[in-house]
């Protein structure tokens, strides 16, 4: 079992910058896949950015790309999500999950989630 805990979340007006991070615990981070989604009231989860286990390969959604980075340090048991330029489109629940196998953006692939923290976006 791994556990993860989000945090940073808030209310940032369009333009701003957020960082999120997720705590993990309970088995070796090191060998997760890591990612970020997010759902919207009424939408869909959505694919955000995942990261290899090693940090070598990221894959960004492409409504995030060029604003949006996602790093881990593994020494930490620790992954973030570094949001610039916010728009409040971006406004959602934003969750990370964990895989050991994959990497994509296919939510059902990920076996461990975190409760989520709230990211909204005033324009």
């Known amino acids: 079992q791994v556990q993860l805990v989000e945090s940073g979340g808030g209310l940032v007006q369009a333009g701003g910058s957020l960082r999120l991070s997720c705590a993990a615990s309970?088995?070796?981070?090191?060998?997760?896949?890591m990612a970020w989604f997010r759902q919207a009231p009424g939408k869909e989860r959505e694919f955000v950015v995942a990261?290899?286990?090693?940090?070598?390969?990221?894959y960004y959604a492409d409504s995030v790309k060029g604003r949006f980075t996602i790093s881990r340090d593994n020494a930490k048991n620790t992954v973030y999500l570094q949001m610039n330029s916010l728009k409040p489109e971006d406004t959602a629940v934003y969750y990370c999950?964990?895989?050991?196998?994959?990497?994509?953006?296919?939510?059902?692939?990920?076996?461990?989630w975190g409760q989520g923290t709230q990211v909204t976006v005033s324009s």
């Open positions: 999950a964990a895989s050991t196998g994959y990497s994509g953006r296919y939510h059902p692939g990920y076996d461990y």
């Open positions: 309970g088995r070796t981070f090191s060998n997760y896949n």
């Open positions: 990261i290899r286990w090693s940090g070598g390969s990221t």
